[in-house]
């Protein structure tokens, strides 16, 4: 079964909302076979929900299910601006554990950009947020998906400890070893702000204040081929065309 819908799916047989109706075909003539779907898992262990139903005529990927994908273009939250279009491929097949090819390797996913958030002082680093809403085949074939960046908060955005660790190389070099580790402390104890100061402050002879105060955030960059993962927020259902049909 694995090799008939990787066939089917790289051939182009494929419909993402069902089977078109066609006008000298009576539906109610021609036999259905029909198969119990079966449970079939995502490669990514961390994903929330790992679980796709496949049989011969329908591929569903729950919602929550995570997809690795790649920026097909350069991307920097220093520039972005809302409604601006984000593109993303698979630089690999989407494929469960049991080896069915679920999405083939250049499928592309679009989406665009819904907010952007700059960067701050207080070591605050900068934001953008995704919608992703459509899907194109190798083959051309489209289709509507619901995703978003699988992240925290589902942003694009640089770790904290890359804005601390910054922030915390300029504290060594100009004030001392002391508030650097004032700096590193406070990013245990809290990502941003004043859990920073405070830790920041006693631990490095009250230079914290400074270093918190001065030091904006980071801007998250990504070059063309960059790799993020992405969540989707609905079941996407792939349903398989048939043969006799020759549907296209």
């Known amino acids: 079964m694995k090799k008939t819908i990787a066939a089917v799916l790289l051939a182009g047989f494929i419909n993402f909302t069902g089977i078109p109706a066609l006008a000298d075909i009576d539906m109610n003539q021609i036999p259905v076979k029909t198969q119990t779907a079966?449970?079939?898992?995502?490669?990514?262990?961390?994903?929330?929900?790992?679980?796709?139903?496949?049989?011969?005529?329908?591929?569903s990927i729950k919602a929550g299910n995570v997809i690795k994908v790649a920026f097909a273009d350069n991307f920097s939250t220093k520039t972005a601006q809302i409604g601006d279009p984000v593109s993303f491929v698979l630089n690999e097949d989407f494929k469960t554990m049991e080896?069915?090819?679920?999405?083939?390797?250049?499928?592309?996913?679009?989406?665009?950009?819904?907010?952007?958030?700059?960067?701050?002082?207080?070591?605050?680093?900068?934001?953008?947020?995704?919608?992703?809403?459509?899907?194109?085949l190798p083959t051309g074939q489209r289709g509507d998906i619901s995703a978003r960046v699988y992240s925290k908060n589902s942003a694009l955005k640089k770790?904290?400890?890359?804005?601390?660790?910054?922030?915390?190389?300029?504290?060594?070099?100009?004030?001392?070893?002391?508030?650097?580790?004032?700096?590193?402390?406070?990013?245990?104890?809290?990502?941003?702000?004043?859990?920073?100061?405070?830790i920041g402050m006693p631990v490095g002879g009250g230079v914290g204040l400074i270093a918190g105060s001065v030091f904006k955030g980071l801007n998250y960059n990504a070059k063309a081929g960059k790799e993020i993962k992405i969540q989707l927020n609905d079941d996407f259902d792939i349903t398989l065309k048939r043969d006799e049909l020759n549907a296209i």
Not at 40 to 53: D, G
């Open 38 to 59: 079966k449970i079939e898992h995502s490669y990514y262990k961390k994903s929330p929900v790992r679980s796709i139903s496949v049989s011969e005529e329908k591929i």
């Open 99 to 136: 080896d069915t090819i679920l999405l083939p390797a250049g499928t592309m996913i679009y989406g665009e950009v819904t907010e952007v958030i700059p960067t701050r002082y207080w070591n605050r680093n900068a934001q953008a947020f995704i919608k992703l809403n459509e899907i194109v």
């Open 159 to 198: 770790s904290t400890w890359a804005a601390f660790g910054k922030a915390a190389g300029y504290t060594v070099g100009l004030f001392g070893i002391g508030t650097g580790i004032g700096a590193i402390v406070g990013a245990i104890v809290g990502e941003v702000g004043i859990a920073c100061l405070a």
